[in-house]
């Protein structure tokens, strides 16, 4: 066996393990919202008429299908608001830093505060960035990681981004391709 077929059936191996430990997930997180530790219901058949929604949804707003809209987040609390509105760019910065390494309900609070006061600043990323681990800390992980999304799509050359996508996961969604010339072509 080569060493390309090798690595082939590892990853392949690999990916087969990924999804039946997510499959198993899936199912001992059902059983435990089952209630009293009896295990689940079996499901009974649903018709196309029961999944079928009664009313049709409505479509997405343009601005939302795209990468660089912020994710919807619970505005900021009113205190907050009037805690960044008295202060200046630079302030407001030197206090989120202060407050990220104590307090991050604050934290989060301020940093929406400025994002919706400063929103597309130079210290714009940095914010993102001390939003995100804030909320990480506070376990609000699905929350942290449409900030990154967003983050790392709005400000892509920012050198905050870099130390983003290792500690998330998330990366730029560049549309990218060769042309006929042989060249890269953002699109």
Do not use: C
Not at 44 to 61: E, G, K, N, R, S
Not at 77 to 82: G, H, L, P
Not at 91 to 100: C, P
């Amino acid at each position: 066996m080569t060493n390309r077929t090798r690595l082939t059936a590892t990853a392949i191996g690999a990916l087969v393990l990924a999804g039946a430990i997510a499959v198993w997930h899936a199912w001992s997180e059902k059983d435990e919202r089952a209630g009293d530790g009896t295990t689940a219901a079996i499901p009974t058949p649903t018709t196309a008429a029961q999944l079928a929604p009664a009313v049709p949804a409505p479509a997405p707003a343009p601005e939302a299908a795209g990468q660089n809209t912020p994710p919807p987040a619970p505005p900021p609390s009113v205190s907050a608001e009037a805690a960044v509105a008295r202060m200046n760019e630079a302030v407001l910065m030197a206090r989120l830093r202060e407050v990220a390494q104590s307090d991050p309900a604050q934290t989060v609070q301020l940093a929406r505060a400025g994002n919706k006061k400063f929103p597309d600043s130079p210290d714009a990323p940095e914010r993102a960035a001390i939003l995100i681990h804030a909320l990480v800390t506070q376990n609000q992980l699905s929350e942290g990681r449409a900030e990154a999304e967003y983050m790392v799509n709005h400000y892509p050359d920012s050198k905050w981004v870099r130390e983003i996508e290792g500690f998330t996961g998330a990366h730029r969604h560049r549309n990218i391709r060769v042309n006929d010339a042989g060249q890269l072509e953002y699109y």
